[in-house]
């Protein structure tokens, strides 16, 4: 059976040198009281104990002028102040890393952020961070934590040392979704990153995986939860003592790892215990040549010895140069590329601002990362002293200076208000940019993908004419790390289209005049969008002359006003009249012309005793043979012909029986003629024509 070990495993930096501190203690008094388990290991513990060790439970248990060791996850200041008014000796055992994350805790939360400490609610570490930031602290142990904090806070996100970097990645896209204004720094120790690294290695590559550490130890869980998400034959043990041997059935290779606070020792005792389980099961086998099994069983054994020889070479090694406290991991930037954060602008030009952000750091937007649109230029939207979002994209230069983006801050702003768009189910506007296979593209401030089948009420194959238009979408996809956003205009427009005909049958009355554009032509008239309800405009109301198509007077896309002509909401009708948005075409002329004035017309059609000539759509009006000339006419055609254009003089309107006498020869100048006769002859024209 083969062993694989993590490459990293065991005790971290941090423990080993509290173990350190309390082992020379030890080792010179043979007591040593300590506030709080020194680390999580109760087997270690309970080791040490059986040496002197005293685990204090509270600062109650602490006498004046006792030598009390603080333990590697550190504590709050309450409990230092509390061991000073007890004159007690302290010996700070707290992890420097640890030490660290309590400096940046303070630090900022006297500057009046607010700290969110990603951790688990009861663990001491968070307890003494949340201590460290003066009542500005706030645990944040799953996503739910999150819903009730006020998203207009300025905050500095922290995180427990031992934090799987999985979690803290989740939750840290949550907390930039809701903060626009948060500086995110990433406080795991590396030490705990680089074994589950290493742990996540060996599970991928082995047949059983064992996890050795205790169940209270944060890292521990971590790992077993890493590893077994990987491999699900993962088991987590304290001790040799844990391991069954029927987890090995068809077991050929065995991986290991260990918690931060797990001695070597221990490990070693879990290595030692697998291969005697291996000699077990092959003392099982049915072994056919004795000299085979003596053989297997000497190798074993071998193994055992080596092991046994390895633990205590090790125990007495120092720390290799890996597992050395490594205080670069906690040489942190002020902050980490993709912090947004508020900036003063303290120098404009158009080919970088200059901005200040506090802490006595300045930086830069180069102008690419000014805004969206090059066409902007800082200089006519920008003055020192504005207050500006930025996003950090680069740490310090060699110059000292920061890189900063407005576009992408603003970028990420519109991904957090299009995830909030989509929550709250808002309409929002866009301008359509292109036509694409399947769709529209959308600017919403991102480009968004509007599917056709979601552009229009109905179905329309060409979506040309919305190219350029600005619309009304709702968000129906947001997806902020694909940076994909699918947008839908169609319920929109169903729901306006919902609403303005509730507003029309609660609005309108017969009489009222709607505007509305022509969307159907049929033979019996046009039918007429009304803003989300359609209105019928019969053919016989289309003008006051005969229609014959409606074709005639309006075609499809027209804009018009109408009267509305009759309502009945029960069956959803409504009629519409154009012709009635006009005077009565008689009325018109009347009240245009006068008898005795010059009308342009069209002859229209020839009678043995006269010419019909057109002078107004649905107005004809005769010129009586009589009146076609001075001299005598023999054949109206001799005079006019039909399709003529003439100049004519009224001899009279008569509006009750909608008539229309005219005269050339009234044009030819003074001559005398029996006007009595004349009109006679009109009227017995007039009677049978009409
Ligand atoms: S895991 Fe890191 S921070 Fe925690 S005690 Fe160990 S070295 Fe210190």
Redesign the pocket.
């Known amino acids: 059976m083969e062993i694989k070990r993590a490459e990293y495993m065991g005790?971290?930096?941090?423990?080993?040198?509290?173990i350190t501190m309390a082992e020379t203690e030890l080792e010179k008094k043979r007591q040593l009281s300590v506030l709080g388990s020194l680390?999580h290991n109760p087997r270690l513990i309970e080791d040490m104990e059986k040496r002197g060790l005293q685990t204090l439970s509270s600062l109650n248990e602490v006498d004046c002028g006792q030598e009390v060791m603080i333990r590697?996850?550190g504590t709050g200041p309450s409990t230092y102040e509390a061991l000073l008014a007890k004159n007690a000796i302290v010996l700070d055992a707290t992890?420097?890393?640890?030490k660290k994350?309590f400096e940046l805790a303070k630090d900022y939360s006297e500057k009046g952020f607010t700290i969110l400490i990603l951790g688990e609610k009861n663990h001491p570490?968070v307890e003494a961070i949340k201590e460290w930031s003066a009542g500005k602290g706030i645990i944040i142990e799953d996503l739910e934590d999150l819903k009730s904090l006020d998203s207009e806070l300025d905050v500095v996100v922290l995180s427990q040392?031992?934090l799987a970097e999985e979690v803290f990645e989740t939750f840290i896209f949550e907390i930039r979704r809701i903060f626009s204004s948060c500086v995110v720094l990433n406080t795991i120790?590396?030490?705990?990153k680089v074994?589950q690294e290493a742990a996540v290695h060996v599970a991928k590559q082995v047949d059983l995986m064992l996890v050795v550490g205790s169940r209270q130890s944060a890292?521990t869980r971590h790992l077993y939860d890493l590893c077994s998400a990987i491999n699900y034959n993962t088991h987590l043990v304290s001790g040799a003592t844990d391991i069954e041997a029927d987890w090995f059935e068809k077991v050929n290779v065995v991986g290991i790892t260990a918690g931060?606070?797990v001695p070597d020792w221990i490990i070693k005792e879990v290595e030692c215990n697998v291969l005697e389980k291996e000699l077990k099961i092959n003392e099982g086998e049915t072994v056919t040549s004795p000299e085979i099994e003596e053989q297997k069983t000497t190798e074993v054994e071998v193994k055992v010895d080596e092991v046994v020889e390895e633990v205590v070479e090790t125990q007495e090694v120092p720390a290799t140069e890996q597992e050395e406290?490594?205080m670069e991991?906690f040489h942190l930037p002020r902050y980490t590329p993709g912090d947004i954060i508020k900036a003063t602008v303290v120098q404009v030009g158009n080919d970088e601002i200059l901005v200040d952000v506090g802490q006595k750091s300045e930086g830069v937007i180069p102008r690419k990362e000014f805004s969206a649109d090059s066409s902007i230029l800082p200089t006519d939207v920008l003055n020192v002293g504005d207050e500006i979002t930025v996003m950090v994209i680069r740490n310090e230069d060699q110059e000292g200076r920061l890189t900063f983006s407005k576009k992408r801050a603003e970028q990420r702003q519109h991904w957090i208000q299009f995830t909030e768009s989509l929550n709250q189910n808002e309409v929002i506007e866009g301008k359509v940019l292109e036509l694409v296979k399947g769709g529209l593209i959308v600017d919403i401030g991102v480009r968004a993908f509007m599917p056709a089948s979601l552009a229009e009420r109905r179905f329309t194959s060409d979506l040309k004419h919305l190219v350029g238009e600005t619309v009304r979408v709702r968000l129906i996809e947001v997806d902020s790390e694909k940076r994909r956003a699918i947008v839908n205009r169609k319920m929109v427009l169903e729901e306006e289209s919902v609403a303005s005909r509730d507003a029309f049958w609660q609005n309108t009355h017969e009489g009222d005049v709607v505007k509305g554009v022509v969307r159907r032509l049929t033979k019996f008239g046009a039918f007429v969008d009304l803003g989300g309800i359609d209105g019928l405009l019969h053919i016989s109301d289309l003008d006051y002359y005969r229609v014959k198509d409606p074709s005639e007077v309006v075609k499809v896309d027209q804009e018009l006003e109408l009267k509305v002509l009759k309502l009945d909401a029960e069956a959803g009708r409504i009629s519409l009249g154009l012709k009635q948005m006009k005077m009565e075409p008689w009325e018109a002329f009347a009240q245009d012309f006068a008898n005795g004035d010059i009308v342009h017309g069209t002859v229209v059609r020839i009678t043995p005793w006269g010419a019909f000539v057109n002078v107004r759509p649905g107005i004809d009006g005769l010129i009586h043979i009589s009146e076609l000339d001075n001299r005598r006419v023999e054949k109206v055609e001799d005079v006019v012909a039909v399709g003529q254009e003439i100049e004519a003089k009224i001899l009279e309107i008569d509006l009750t029986r909608k008539r229309l006498s005219l005269s050339l020869r009234a044009m030819l100048g003074e001559d005398s003629y029996d006007q009595d006769a004349v009109d006679q002859m009109i009227e017995e024209v007039q009677e049978s024509e009409f």
């Not at 120790?189 to 705990?192: D, F, M």
């Open positions: 005790f971290c930096g941090g423990v080993r040198m509290a680390v590697a996850h992890c420097p890393s640890v994350i570490e040392s031992t120790c590396s030490a705990t074994r890292n931060a606070s406290f490594d991991s």
